[in-house]
């Protein structure tokens, strides 16, 4: 999940420096305002996309709690079986 948070930073931060390039042309005049919206739109996303990362970190400890419970729920089962199979 760490890895997925990284990426959408990255890609959040290149997007970003895009806009930035794109927005500083030499035949300018007067220097034009056209990257805060951007700025603020990526920097939205990037903390969405970090919200969402959180979220999905939350869901897999969940997931591996649940899973270890299976998996002690099985093991008592089989020693249960194996009990009474020597009876």
């Known amino acids: 999940m760490l890895n997925l948070r990284k990426t959408t930073i990255g890609i959040a ?5 895009a806009v930035l390039g794109s927005g500083c042309t030499a035949t300018q005049s007067q220097p034009n305002d056209t990257w805060t919206a951007a700025a603020q739109s990526a920097s939205t996303s990037a903390s969405r996309a970090e919200d969402a990362a959180k979220r999905a970190e939350a869901a897999a400890a969940r997931v591996e709690a649940a899973a270890k419970r299976a998996e002690d729920a099985a093991s008592r089962i089989e020693a249960m079986t194996m009990k009474s199979m020597r009876k």
């Open 13 to 17: 931060a290149g997007a970003l420096l």
